[in-house]
């Protein structure tokens, strides 16, 4: 009662922040429902109806109208009339990000969150009384790359989720990185390749190399030669916690710090050190947390969700990556803002 009056007592204070955030998951499951559903897709050749919808989608009349219009006020899909004659359309964001045709399709890491983070993240309390990993690990005692390289299907859903996440922050990079002074680069953790090929794409100058384990590597032939960069990018296998680091002017690690614990870490950026010439650079794009650890809410809900696949895991701070690096020999370090949450966190030799 006590408190009732003190929020009274000040105009300016409302629950509906704190309310916001504790109901997030009913948008987020809202969406994660649609993406699953293909919605967005269906409406790629122009606006349906209500029922037509329903039908394509196969939905329970209940539930129909409340969950499209619940797309509609949060800002997803628009609505011209109303009723079984109103018809549903995508907004222009949802048609760029949201259809699978797209070739800025981000569906992908959503589909992943559905199917898996969705659950695991019901099980964060425990995490943060354990500080062990929630997810399949706990049910079949393999770690999430154990399950995801046990099925190629499974493996190259990941990577596409990987890819659309990863398309603003590797574009950003190709464009904002000075690649003036430097002839190669070897992307460790390349996946599909796509961070090569952008830069490659962006500088004709530059020779890339894409290095990821064995099962990997036909997945981004494929996709490099659908890219059609004429032997630009190339492909190379590689175990980066049992092979040396390919020699190269510029090392890229795309999210692959932030999967390991401090001594894995430590581990991976001597490597990359080992490998650079002199005025090479050591290239790291993860969500970088802000210094203060005060900002970037994404970037620590990232960490948190390492917790959750990892359980040693974690994100990190500008000034924890400078630390690293410099004790591994570095001169020095900059952060370069990205796109969203994410920066560049470079490391010069």
């Known amino acids: 009662a006590f408190l009732s009056q003190e929020i009274q007592m000040q105009d300016n204070i409302s629950p509906d922040h704190i309310l916001q955030i504790g109901f997030g998951f009913w948008a987020s499951k809202t969406l ?7 919605l967005f897709s269906r409406l790629a050749d122009g606006p349906k109806t209500g029922p037509e919808l329903q039908d394509a989608m196969g939905l329970h009349p209940r539930g129909t109208y409340d969950f499209l219009d619940t797309l509609v006020a949060l800002g997803l899909l628009q609505r011209e009339g109303a009723g079984e004659t109103g018809k549903y359309a995508n907004t222009p964001s949802a048609a760029l990000f949201l259809v699978k045709q797209s070739p800025h399709y981000i569906g992908g890491i959503l589909e992943m969150a559905n199917a898996r983070l969705y659950r695991f993240w019901g099980d964060l309390t425990p995490a943060l009384k354990t500080g062990k990993p929630q997810n399949e690990i706990k049910e079949t005692g393999k770690s999430m790359f154990g399950e995801l390289y046990a099925e190629p299907a499974r493996l190259e859903q990941f990577i596409d989720a990987m890819s659309g996440i990863s398309m603003g922050n590797f574009t950003a990079f190709a464009e904002k990185f000075d690649f003036f002074n430097y002839k190669t680069l070897a992307d460790i953790g390349g996946a599909s390749g796509q961070l090569s090929a952008l830069v490659a794409a962006r500088h004709p100058h530059m020779q890339c190399r894409t290095c990821d384990l064995a099962e990997v590597r036909p ?5 490099l030669r659908e890219r059609n960069l004429h032997g630009r990018v190339t492909t190379e296998t590689i175990d980066f916690f049992a092979d040396e680091f390919p020699k190269a002017d510029v090392i890229t690690m795309g999210m692959i710090l932030h999967d390991w614990n401090l001594e894995n870490k430590k581990m991976l950026i001597s490597k990359a050190y080992r490998a650079l010439p002199a005025g090479g650079a050591l290239v790291a794009i993860e969500n970088i947390i802000d210094d203060d650890r005060k900002e970037n809410a994404f970037g620590l ?9 990892f359980g040693e895991a974690f994100d990190f701070t500008g000034a924890q990556f400078t630390e690293w690096c410099k004790e591994a020999g570095f001169s020095r370090c900059k952060i370069i803002p990205l796109a969203g949450p994410a920066s560049a966190a470079v490391a010069y030799k």
């Open 219 to 223: 997945i981004a032939e494929r996709r």
């Open 301 to 309: 809900m990232m960490s948190l969700n390492m917790l959750i696949e």
């Open 32 to 38: 994660l429902s649609a993406v699953e559903l293909g």
